[in-house]
């Protein structure tokens, strides 16, 4: 015998019909990513918390599958793939298509880390900028808004929807090798302001912006790349220090945040990462401070973030979900039914907690879709080769950086800088130009200030005896500086008694190690505008207004 559906029941199938769930539905983000979420199968939802990188500048075939089998919810750009940015864009489109096809048709979170300076992940033909110091040197929010404006708008033109910035860092250690000139400098509340600027920047170009690394990685000289900081300052430090920009883009709506790998002994997180604790991501983060948007993990591949955890990178991916993180973020792409995916799935089968993070997760980054990556503002999920070619880099934004490099650039000894400066041909002598070989703006732009000079290139290993013999030549020596070894080469000149005038990229604070100087300047960034800035200032043809940016 054939069943047969009530009359009543033909009639509501015929005049409402089921219709699958879409990412372009129609309705509110939070309601739409409720109702996603809900339809969405285990391993689906589970999916959305991934995030993965490959190595290559094509998709490798296991990153594909990823995308086309599982639909995960991200990819992360690192530089490894970014050195031709037409391929890249051709890259992304391909990626978003495949991911588009999927259920629901939800796109990818397409991140990098583009903060400006010396952390420019996406190279090719992107703008090169002083950075976030140089901004905290001209002191103008207004340069920090601009900055996230141009820099997101190179990044919307490639397919880039997501990038990792602000870096909020304080300048609190000065021997920082990670964080230096990536900080807008050591003031708490200058740095929100000036981070909230940038947040607003990229938002008016269509890219998410995400604030890190939290708590905060200024106060330690160690790199989370190889090791695990252990940062020895007690809560009330740190709320009111590191944690002060947090609070105050969390009270403006932030979208996201990452979470640092590093261990403060003397909180109640002790000796477990700040990326793995539930205590300072939902206690403090969400709970205390009021964060509602995404937390993403650093690149859990790093050894600090998995050293507590056996060295099992499941282990530690499924601890990320529990402390509150909702993307795991991978540089690497695990293979389909590697135990980073084995482990988590079967959590979620066994255990109902876990389940329940997972979904909770799931939902609110597709509810940060579903806000950032529909509509006509939003950035376009396959690239138009064509604009790309004309517009990047942006012709505005490269002005509006020169401008920015010229009035960050900041006079440092002496002080009033007129006993020295302006260093021109005429009273100079004979000039020197000296600094590393990976620096050719130093040269081209100091040639061009001072025709005349003489070039010497130091390269690792090379030989003292002979630059010590040019030096001697030289009436007046201008030494580019950047790092440690350099300043251990600089330091030879003393004993000639030369007129020596400092150039110092990157972070200043070498400076300090050499009173002996004649001058000393510093740009922040080793960019051509940042050279061109620097000799300008130097002759005389710019004033330099910049004021250094920490105390």
């Known amino acids: 015998m054939r069943y047969k559906l009530p009359l009543f029941a033909i009639f509501i199938i015929i005049a409402f019909p089921v219709f699958p769930l879409d990412f372009n539905d129609s309705g509110s983000p939070q309601e739409l990513a409720i109702a996603i979420e809900r339809a969405m199968t285990d391993e689906q939802a589970l999916a959305q918390v991934f995030m993965l990188g490959w190595v290559g ?13 599982r639909n995960i919810g991200g990819v992360k750009i690192f530089g490894w793939n970014t050195s031709d940015t037409q391929m890249l864009a051709r890259t992304i489109g391909e990626l978003q298509t495949a991911s588009l096809a999927g259920a629901f048709g939800v796109p990818l979170l397409v991140a990098t880390d583009q903060e400006g300076g010396w952390i420019r992940h996406v190279k090719g033909n992107t703008s090169e900028t002083p950075g976030n110091m140089a901004i905290g040197a001209s002191g103008y929010p207004r340069d920090a808004y601009l900055s996230g404006f141009y820099i997101g708008k190179e990044l919307a033109l490639l397919g880039v929807n997501m990038n990792f910035a602000p870096n909020v860092d304080l300048f609190t250690n000065r021997d920082s090798s990670l964080v230096g000139p990536r900080a807008f400098g050591n003031d708490p509340v200058r740095t929100g302001i000036l981070g909230s600027a940038f947040v607003r920047g990229q938002l008016a170009a269509g890219v998410i912006p995400t604030a890190k690394h939290f708590p905060g990685h200024g106060d330690t000289d160690l ?11 007690t809560f009330d430090t740190i709320w009111n220090r590191e944690l002060v920009p947090y609070r105050m ?15 403060f ?5 002790a000796s477990t990462p700040a990326s793995l604790s539930s205590w300072f991501l939902r206690d403090v983060l969400r709970d205390r401070i009021g964060f509602n948007g995404v937390v993403i993990t650093d690149d859990l591949m790093m050894i600090g973030a998995i050293s507590l955890m056996g060295g099992s990178l499941a282990l530690t991916a499924k601890q990320a979900i529990i402390a509150g993180n909702d ?13 980073v995916w084995t482990v988590l799935i079967n959590a979620m089968r066994n255990e109902a907690d876990f389940r329940a993070y997972v979904r909770s997760a799931a ?14 503002s939003s950035v376009p999920y396959v690239p138009n080769l064509a604009r790309l070619q004309r517009e990047l880099p942006d012709p505005q934004g490269s002005a509006f950086f020169l401008n920015l490099a010229a009035r960050s650039v900041t006079i440092i000894k002496p002080n009033p800088p007129n006993s020295v400066f302006p260093l021109t041909p005429e009273t100079s002598g004979r000039v020197l130009l000296a600094g590393s070989g990976i620096y050719p703006g130093f040269f081209r732009y100091g040639r061009a200030a001072f025709p005349n000079a003489v070039t010497y290139r130091l390269y690792t290993g090379g030989n003292m005896a002979d630059f010590i013999s040019s030096a001697r030549n030289a009436d007046t020596i201008i030494f580019c500086l950047s790092d440690y070894s350099d300043l251990q080469v600089l330091r030879n000149l003393q004993q000639l008694n030369k007129r020596v005038i400092v150039f110092s990229i990157l972070s200043p604070v070498h400076i300090e190690s050499v009173p002996w100087v004649t001058g000393a300047l510093a740009v922040y960034s080793y960019a051509p505008e940042s050279f061109a800035s620097g000799f300008s200032a130097i002759i005389g043809r710019i004033p330099a207004q910049g004021l250094l940016p920490y105390d």
């Open 57 to 69: 500048e094509t998709p490798s075939p296991l990153i594909m599958d990823w995308i086309r089998q």
């Open 223 to 233: 790199d989370s790349h190889g090791t695990l900081p252990r940062i020895n300052i």
């Open 249 to 263: 883009l969390a009270a403006e709506g932030l979208p996201a945040v990452m979470s640092g790998h590093l261990a």
């Open 265 to 269: 002994p003397l909180m109640q997180s």
């Open 327 to 339: 993307i795991i973020m991978f540089s690497d792409t695990p293979e389909l039914f590697a135990p």
């Open 363 to 376: 939902r609110r980054v597709l509810e940060l879709k579903l806000t950032y990556l529909r509509g006509p």
